[in-house]
T-cell receptor, first 113, second 110 residues
Framework: DAGVTQSPTHLIKTRGQQVTLRCSPKSGHDTVSWYQQALGQGPQFIFQYYEEEERQRGNFPDRFSGHQFPNYSSELNVNALLLGDSALYLC????????????FGQGTRLTVV | AQRVTQPEKLLSVFKGAPVELKCNYSYSGSPELFWYVQYSRQRLQLLLRHISRESIKGFTADLNKGETSFHLKKPFAQEEDSAMYYCALSGIQGAQKLVFGQGTRLTINP
């Protein structure tokens, strides 16, 4: 089991552009959560997907959107990129209805210039 | 409001000395508390969870509801304990979002 995989590992975008990040959950997991980790800060919850629906959302603007596919993989989309969106984006997978340890991916480092 | 505070950004101790990483939280209700660790060039991983009452790699953490604290302790630090440590909380049912502190970088000096 490869665990949680994220792609790409690094990305450089220009202000105003749009970006899509991808995540494949750990085998057997059905829930994907996305976090933003700015430099020197702890991860901040963006949103969570289960059964292809957004179930919980953190304090992030509508520019941040997501999707979950039938195979449980997920995408994070950010529109109209700002310099402040530069961060490490982490994906975590778990099971929805029973506590399971949340497994994290290695993250995607997004730099907005 | 849900909040986790780790007052020390950096902590440096000598090998063999005791370690205590502080964590305070605010949460309306009964949260689950966790410690996550990130070793150099590795992904974020769960170290321990308060409800398990386990000792992992010699670390323990006791939930003090009166002081709303969940400090991480180890009696004798080892060099391989050097890492970034994050305290986090969540709700108690199913897949809940994690609220993280800003982290403490622990360095163990030889």
């Amino acid at each position: 089991d490869a665990g949680v995989t994220q792609s790409p590992t690094h990305l450089i975008k220009t202000r105003g552009q749009q970006v899509t990040l991808r995540c494949s959950p750990k085998s057997g997991h059905d829930t994907v959560s996305w976090y933003q980790q700015a430099l020197g800060q702890g991860p901040q919850f963006i949103f969570q997907y289960y059964e292809e629906e957004e179930r919980q959302r953190g304090n992030f603007p509508d520019r941040f959107s997501g999707h979950q596919f039938p195979n449980y993989s997920s995408e994070l989309n950010v529109n109209a990129l700002l310099l402040g969106d530069s961060a490490l984006y982490l994906c975590a997978s778990s099971l929805y209805r029973v506590y399971t340890e949340a497994f994290f991916g290695q993250g995607t480092r997004l730099t907005v210039v | 409001a849900q909040r986790v505070t780790q007052p020390e950004k950096l902590l440096s101790v000598f090998k063999g000395a005791p370690v205590e990483l502080k964590c305070n939280y605010s949460y309306s209700g009964s949260p689950e508390l966790f410690w996550y660790v990130q070793y150099s060039r590795q992904r974020l991983q769960l170290l321990l969870r308060h409800i398990s009452r386990e000792s992992i790699k010699g670390f323990t953490a006791d939930l003090n509801k009166g002081e709303t604290s969940f400090h991480l302790k180890k009696p004798f630090a080892q060099e391989e304990d050097s890492a970034m440590y994050y305290c986090a909380l969540s709700g108690i049912q199913g897949a809940q979002k994690l609220v993280f502190g800003q982290g403490t970088r622990l360095t163990i000096n030889p």
